[in-house]
């Protein structure tokens, strides 16, 4: 009988130690990720600065500067 109700209590334990860690590490009303409104939103913002990096990495300002850039670093290598 002591055994089994040293197991037992054992087990108990774990099991409450168990749901008591799902419940720190989870939360009942915690998010676990986006809603589709942010992910739309996200997206969005994600293509709006993607565009603005194209526009700047196609200006002929920016590619005069790498065109030199790379022209230099080809002329010191060799």
Not at 46 to 75: D, H, M, Y
Request: charged share 20%.
């Amino acid at each position: 009988m002591g055994q089994a109700s040293v197991g037992r209590t054992r087990c108990d334990r774990l099991r409450w130690f168990r749901a008591r860690w799902a419940l720190l590490t989870t939360g009942p009303h915690r998010d676990r990720g986006m809603s589709t409104a942010e992910y739309a939103v996200g997206t969005i913002a994600a293509c709006a600065f993607a565009a603005i990096l194209f526009k700047v990495v196609t200006s002929p300002e920016v590619q005069q500067l790498i065109t030199g850039l790379i022209n230099r670093a080809l002329n010191v290598a060799g």
